[in-house]
């Protein structure tokens, strides 16, 4: 069967090997020239499915709990499985708490113990949460390298071309997230940072609890730390804003005040592209199937929408539960 995936994005990625893994032949088109530059390539690459249940419906808890397996198979080496530390500073002390009734599948770690997991955090918070199932990657790593076996597998790859400029494809995939023009589509904008501290080592996501602007470091290879993210109900994809740069600078800093002699090397916007549930949907419409609103969680979500989205393709789902298939929100309720 021959099958367009349009956008190279982790939706579109995580398709093309799916699909091309049950034996489909997969073209990929992507209107931008190279890959990156989209929402998936500005991600925080944590898998959390546990921490996401903080603000998210359980689907993303049931959804997301074997993406760290899924990337681990497909990427093997790729997968950094040290869990999430959760942390606030003394006067926020109480957002612990709130974020602890919220989530589950985590330990409380007092200063001792956050020392042992985070030796360059010693001393700087008196305890934490700690979530030992959760993973994370590094998300540009990651698409390189799944494009790269993609190609390598016989999938074709097309940059800088419209989807709407090919056809003769048995079924189409779309992934093309905000400009798939979906009315019920909103776009929430994510600014981030990325710093290169060469005095701090972290192993793993550390996010800092702040009533209003609680961020996150995720730690990427040579010292280099992405900070993120802002959640702006906005389409803008313009340059990070002074205050969003402050809050993620300030994030940082609390975390370690070493972080005041990093460097910043890059700042980001992505939008991420969110239904009115903030929940992700895999729907079909004759020949074509669309994943889309992923929202806060494209790496954690695209392996199971990918594997939905492969079975309605080769029609392994039946067609009397079909909406309860693509509707997540009912499926998990
Ligand atoms: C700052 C930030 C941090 C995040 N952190 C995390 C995280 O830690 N963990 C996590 O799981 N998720 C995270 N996310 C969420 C995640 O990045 C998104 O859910 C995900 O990227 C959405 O992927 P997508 O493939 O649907 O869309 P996109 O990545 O936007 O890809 C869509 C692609 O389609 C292409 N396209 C559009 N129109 C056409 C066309 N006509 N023809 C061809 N191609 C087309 C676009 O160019 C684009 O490349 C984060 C997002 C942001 C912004």
């Excluded at 494809?169 to 589509?185: H, P």
Aim: net charge negative.
């Amino acid at each position: 069967m021959r099958v367009l995936v349009k956008g190279a994005g982790v939706a579109g990625l995580t398709s093309a090997f799916e699909l091309a893994a049950r034996g489909a032949a997969v073209t990929v088109v992507e209107a931008r020239r190279c890959l990156g530059g989209n929402a998936s390539w500005m991600a925080g690459g944590m898998l959390a499915p546990w921490c996401e249940r903080e603000s998210a419906e359980q689907p993303v808890l049931d959804l997301g709990r074997d993406a760290a397996d899924w990337w681990d198979a497909v990427l093997p080496g790729h997968v950094t499985r040290a869990g999430t530390l959760v942390v606030a500073m003394p006067r926020d002390a109480g957002e612990l708490d709130r974020f602890a009734s919220r989530t589950s599948g985590y330990g409380w770690v007092d200063e001792d113990e956050i020392a042992l997991l985070e030796p360059d955090l010693a001393g700087r918070f008196r305890r934490g949460l700690f979530f030992p199932g959760e993973a994370h990657l590094d998300p540009r790593r990651a698409m390189a390298a799944l494009q790269e076996k993609l190609a390598g597998s016989g999938v074709e790859f097309h940059f800088g071309v419209d989807a709407k400029d090919m056809a003769g494809f048995e079924r189409e995939i779309d992934c093309t997230g905000m400009a798939a023009g979906d009315e019920r589509l909103r776009g929430v904008r994510g600014e981030m940072l990325i710093l290169h501290a060469p005095d701090i080592l972290l192993s793993r996501p550390v996010r800092l609890l702040h009533p209003r602007f609680p961020l996150y470091l995720a730690p990427r290879a040579n010292h280099h730390f992405m900070v993120g993210a802002t959640m702006v109900e906005s389409l803008s994809t313009g340059p990070v804003t002074v205050r969003s740069m402050m809050e993620l600078l300030n994030a940082a800093y609390s975390v370690h005040p070493a972080f005041g002699e990093a460097a910043i090397v890059e700042t980001g916007v992505g939008i991420r592209p969110a239904f009115p549930d903030n929940l992700p949907r895999v729907e079909r419409k004759g020949r074509t199937v669309a994943i889309n609103g992923l929202y806060r969680h494209g790496f954690l979500l695209a392996p199971a929408m990918a594997q939905r989205a492969a079975d309605l393709v080769f029609g392994s789902d039946k067609p009397a539960e079909l909406a309860d298939e693509t509707d997540c929100q009912r499926r998990s309720a």
